[in-house]
T-cell receptor, first 111, second 115 residues
Framework: DAKTTQPPSMDCAEGRAANLPCNHSTISGNEYVYWYRQIHSQGPQYIIHGLKNNETNEMASLIITEDRKSSTLILPHATLRDTAVYYCIVISQAAGNKLTFGGGTRVLVKP | DTGVSQDPRHKITKRGQNVTFRCDPISEHNRLYWYRQTLGQGPEFLTYFQNEAQLEKSRLLSDRFSAERPKGSFSTLEIQRTEQGDSAMYLC?????????????FGSGTRLTVV
């Protein structure tokens, strides 16, 4: 599975949009981009995933560049409860499909 | 079905003792994964099952570790002769193989402290 690169940390103001970048320059054609977050002392929580097209759900939007080498997770109106570590993961449809977590981005939403 | 359940939530044990953790996945999920997470790090893959078959084990899973999923439903992870380095959060996740439309669902984990 392709590796990902994320900034180690970022701050965001409450009520503002949070844009979390992820670089996955070695991604291959059948690999998906998944985003998870982990709030302190809890298990990771699924946010969103995509293959080629931009995706939106009730939690966030995922913007994938045309060459698929990078993506951005957008939390449209960050709240204090969005403070967490956010993981960008690239995964293939191959057997196993195990998630390989990197260091993630520690997001602190400030009032 | 309320998601993936893990039991216990916390376990404190003395070095050298054996411990066993349980994971109850979402009932229709045929894939079950175990991860370990140490402080400040992302979760690391340990092993996974498809139904009752254990299909892959990480090199992190030493001989002291064993996992089972006897009837393709719940799973147990046992650590024998615990060491202080085994102190970590042990996470379980499940999904339905072949369906990429949904994410993996994680439990809240079992936090192990070896003293």
């Amino acid at each position: 599975d392709a590796k990902t690169t994320q900034p180690p940390s970022m701050d965001c103001a409450e009520g503002r949009a949070a844009n979390l970048p992820c670089n996955h320059s070695t991604i291959s054609g059948n690999e998906y981009v998944y985003w998870y977050r982990q709030i302190h002392s809890q298990g990771p929580q699924y946010i969103i995933h995509g293959l080629k097209n931009n995706e939106t759900n009730e939690m966030a939007s995922l913007i994938i560049t045309e060459d698929r080498k990078s993506s951005t997770l957008i939390l449209p109106h960050a709240t204090l409860r969005d403070t967490a570590v956010y993981y960008c993961i690239v995964i293939s449809q191959a057997a196993g499909n195990k998630l390989t977590f990197g260091g993630g981005t520690r997001v602190l939403v400030k009032p | 079905d309320t998601g993936v359940s893990q039991d216990p939530r916390h376990k404190i044990t003395k070095r050298g003792q054996n411990v066993t953790f349980r994971c109850d996945p979402i009932s229709e999920h045929n894939r079950l994964y175990w991860y370990r997470q140490t402080l400040g790090q992302g979760p690391e893959f340990l092993t996974y099952f498809q139904n009752e078959a254990q299909l892959e084990k990480s090199r992190l899973l030493s001989d002291r570790f064993s996992a089972e999923r006897p009837k393709g439903s719940f799973s147990t992870l046992e650590i024998q002769r615990t060491e202080q380095g085994d102190s970590a959060m042990y996470l379980c996740a499940s999904r339905f193989e072949g369906v990429m439309d949904y994410g993996y669902t994680f439990g809240s984990g079992t936090r192990l402290t070896v003293v």
